[in-house]
């Protein structure tokens, strides 16, 4: 709104690009970010879908940079858990531990605190501390029966650092849990269930590949030409004749 009218389209068609790309073309996604952040850096919902685009491109202090630009013109706290999740993919899980434990965290809605636990648990794994991301993803949001758009994705880390802790019953089990709050087929639960079980997918094309063709087989013409590759076979006794009679 505070863009003037044509600019304003140009920049939200941009934004519709990011949008739609982020998922399935990323780097395309990004390409469009930063033709809206050349067009309006001072807006904050370019800066954070600057943000996000980074990110799903894995330029991690990038997209800190625009997630820190977008909390200083809102002062919104919702982008804290994917600022904590950059310090990650920066090598830095400390300082991801460190915003876990800051008053900010106290301000989020649920799915923002589930999504904190989430990254405080992945730095704990980082940090080479599976047991304490077990402890870490133990929460009433996991023991309750209710599904909520983020729970496919808790109680799939949960199987998950389980089976990197070696319990693998426990992990079966929460995949299982996983796979049936996933509605939306957001985690490979299912792949993670068959892989345990000793499922292997075998791909129909591949096996069609795999298969031995039938070998040609020649048979003579009536006058002794072999068909397969167009020898005459009076060649071949002629042949004979030249190197000796055959051997019985």
């Known amino acids: 709104m505070s863009l003037p009218k044509t600019l304003a389209e140009d920049v939200a068609r941009n934004l519709v690009m990011v949008a739609r790309l982020i998922d399935e073309d990323p780097e395309q996604a ?3 970010s930063r033709i809206a952040l050349r067009l309006a850096s001072r807006v904050a919902a370019v800066r954070e879908a600057a943000g996000f685009a980074a990110y799903a491109t894995q330029k991690y202090a990038e997209a800190l940079a625009e997630f820190r630009a977008s909390r200083r013109m809102t002062g919104s706290v919702e982008l804290w858990p994917v600022m904590a999740d950059c310090e990650r993919g920066l090598g830095r899980p400390e300082k991801a531990m460190a915003m876990a434990g800051e008053p900010e965290v106290q301000k989020l809605d649920k799915a923002g605190q589930v999504e904190m636990r989430l990254v405080a648990a992945g730095a704990r794994r980082d940090m080479g501390q599976i047991d304490a991301a077990i402890v870490t993803l133990q929460s009433p949001e996991l023991a309750s029966s209710a599904v909520h758009p ?26 299982g849990k996983a796979l049936e709050a996933d509605k939306e087929g957001t985690t490979d639960a299912s792949d993670r269930l068959a892989e345990l079980d000793g499922v292997e997918f075998v791909d ?30 009076s060649e071949i006794a002629d042949a004979a ?6 051997k019985a």
């Open 150 to 175: 983020w729970t496919p994705r808790l109680r799939y880390a949960y199987a998950d650092a389980l089976l990197a802790a070696g319990r693998e019953d426990e992990a079966r089990e929460w995949f």
């Open 30 to 32: 990004y390409a469009y």
């Open 241 to 246: 004749d030249e190197d000796g009679p055959a």
């Open 204 to 233: 129909a094309l591949d096996e069609d590949e795999d298969v031995t063709e039938t070998p040609v087989v020649a048979v003579s013409d009536s006058d002794g030409t072999d068909e397969a590759d167009g020898t005459d076979d």
